[in-house]
């Protein structure tokens, strides 16, 4: 095991006190065949912090999975808010239905099944915080998407945008590669955006999220 691995769990342990509707989405996630590629528990915790500092009332997630990072930000939510989370696979979304109910969320969260690009169209914003974690190739859609649906001072965190580091890889034929590419350089070109990126290691090995600040 790296020590990366080790450290996440210390951490975890220490720092980030899971729970059993967590642990469930996870086990119910795995036991019906879903990739194993939720955010980490110590991820999953920033972003319910992150949604929590922006006061966050409505959350918007593209890629949904079995809903574990759905149901750390919205617990973050107060009462009478939302989150709304976009799945293309039907069986994602009916696993991560039920694991949501599980957690007693049913009523703050809203999966909506079909390509995110069908989708996002059909959404009234503002958002105070998006999360992008779906196909990595469109990328640069789903944040000028983000990016219209929000106000200023929203949040947009994007996932799996280092991948082991082959970002800085020009000439990448990975067209997940090529997704986070685009990505930066609509950022870069973006004035209504303030945005870091921050590399990770962990439990789920070297990679790295972006947070952009909408400032205008
Ligand atoms: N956010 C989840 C993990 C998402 S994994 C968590 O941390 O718990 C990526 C998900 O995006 C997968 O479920 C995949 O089916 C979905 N996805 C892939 N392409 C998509 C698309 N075009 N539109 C919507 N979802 C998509
Ligand atoms: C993959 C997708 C993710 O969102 C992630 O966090 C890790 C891996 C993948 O498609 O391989
Ligand atoms: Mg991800």
Known sequence: MEIWDKVDRYLEEKLVQSDAALEAALAASDKAGLPAIAVSPS???????????????????????????????ARALPAGGRLITLEAVDKH????????????????????????????PTLQGPFDLSFIDADKQSNAEYFSWALRLSRPGSLIVVDNVVRDGRVIDARSRDASVQGVRRLNDLIAAEKRVS??????????????????MVTG
């Open 43 to 73: 991820h999953g915790k920033l972003l319910w912090i992150l949604a929590r500092l922006v006061g966050a009332k409505r959350i918007l997630e593209i890629g949904t999975l079995g809903g574990y990072s759905a149901i750390w930000m």
């Open 93 to 120: 979304a009916q696993v991560a239905k039920a694991n949501i109910a599980k957690a007693a969320l049913e009523k703050q969260v809203e999966i909506r099944v079909g390509p995110a690009l069908d989708t996002l």
């Open 195 to 212: 945005a870091t990126a921050v590399q990770t290691v962990g439990a789920k090995g070297y990679d790295g999220f972006t947070v952009a």
